[in-house]
């Protein structure tokens, strides 16, 4: 009997939500985000993952890369996500 409700399965990861929080971390540190308000972050975060892949998995220690040249590929990939998702959010926040 199926009978788990859907937010009691924390083994399940979406990696690539880490490495997008991770990145507006590391621009907040920075100073780099126009507005760092709650919605103007959960907007940057969703748009974000919208525009990338599916990369879920049961354990946090799974890498979706192997080399560093792959890891390399693949930090661009989300950063590049997340600066086009934080312009549209800079051009129309919903604050
Ligand atoms: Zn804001």
Redesign the pocket.
Known sequence: MFDKPLDQWPELNNFNERAVIQQLEAYSAEGAI????????LDVIALSLNSLPSRYAVSLLQKFYETPGEERTFRAEIKAAVDRAAAK?RLQ???
């Open positions: 126009p507005c760092e308000c709650r919605e103007c972050m959010v926040p919903h604050h």
